[in-house]
Antibody, heavy 122, light 107 residues
Framework: EVQLVESGGGLVQPGGSLRLSCAVS????????MSWVRQAPGKGLEWVSV???????HYADSVKGRFTISRDNSQNTLFLQMNSLRAEDTAVYYC????????????????WGQGTLVTVSS | DIQMTQSPSSLSASVGDRVTITCRAS??????LGWYQQKPGKAPKRLIY???SLQTGVPSKFSGSGSGTEFTLTISSLQPEDFATYYC?????????FGQGTKVEIK
């Protein structure tokens, strides 16, 4: 059974840092591409970042230079390091899988975690 | 950045109604679009990928069409479990962008 379980959210002051984790079971993180998607309270979905099997990464303009996506293959876990946090980063953060296959089923995102809430406030 | 404009932002419909939601891209994205359903407090769920391919396990009452800049999601006969918010996502170029969402409510 595929499971993605986010953790690491919480309350942090503006300017602070937080590292989110997404522990995966049922597939190998490094064999697929993985993303973070966030949702501010009462708002829509916003794509944040992606990491590919080869390690290349891309970010939304709103987080570029402040957030870093990474993975630990030995732990089968995806991370999001968030620095210089702002009030507008307050959101539920979801990790999601993009299947790295040769057909269109490889379009994003077929599996999602349940999300972890990050609140940036003084 | 590619802007995805979804319409309507909300709609009220009755059980059994046919519902159509539209996403327009600010530039051509071929068929690099998916549709997602989200219920309150839950993670999104993929319904459609590659603009018109039905996700395994999703009922055939959901269908997608379009290419280039205009896309539609159709629910052929709305059921109580379909009341939710629907989002499109373009992944043709970075940054990937979602539409603002369409909330489908009970009339």
């Amino acid at each position: 059974e595929v499971q993605l379980v986010e953790s690491g959210g919480g309350l942090v002051q503006p300017g602070g840092s937080l590292r989110l984790s997404c522990a995966v079971s049922g597939f190998t993180v490094s064999n697929n591409y993985m993303s973070w998607v966030r949702q501010a309270p009462g708002k829509g979905l916003e794509w944040v970042s992606v990491i590919y099997t080869g390690g290349s990464t891309h970010y939304a303009d709103s987080v570029k230079g402040r957030f870093t996506i990474s993975r630990d293959n030995s732990q089968n876990t995806l991370f999001l390091q968030m620095n210089s946090l702002r009030a507008e980063d307050t959101a539920v953060y979801y990790c999601a899988r993009g299947y790295s296959g040769s057909d269109r089923n490889s379009d994003p995102f077929d599996y999602w975690g349940q999300g972890t809430l990050v609140t940036v406030s003084s | 950045d590619i802007q995805m404009t979804q319409s309507p932002s909300s709609l009220s419909a009755s059980v059994g109604d046919r519902v159509t939601i539209t996403c327009r891209a600010s530039q051509g994205i071929r068929d690099n679009l998916g549709w997602y359903q989200q219920k309150p407090g839950k993670a999104p769920k993929r319904l459609i990928y590659a603009a018109s391919s039905l996700q395994t396990g999703v009922p055939s009452k959901f269908s997608g069409s379009g290419s280039g800049t205009e896309f539609t999601l159709t629910i052929s006969s709305l059921q109580p479990e379909d009341f939710a918010t629907y989002y499109c996502l373009q992944h043709n170029s970075y940054p990937w962008t979602f539409g603002q969402g369409t909330k489908v409510e009970i009339k």
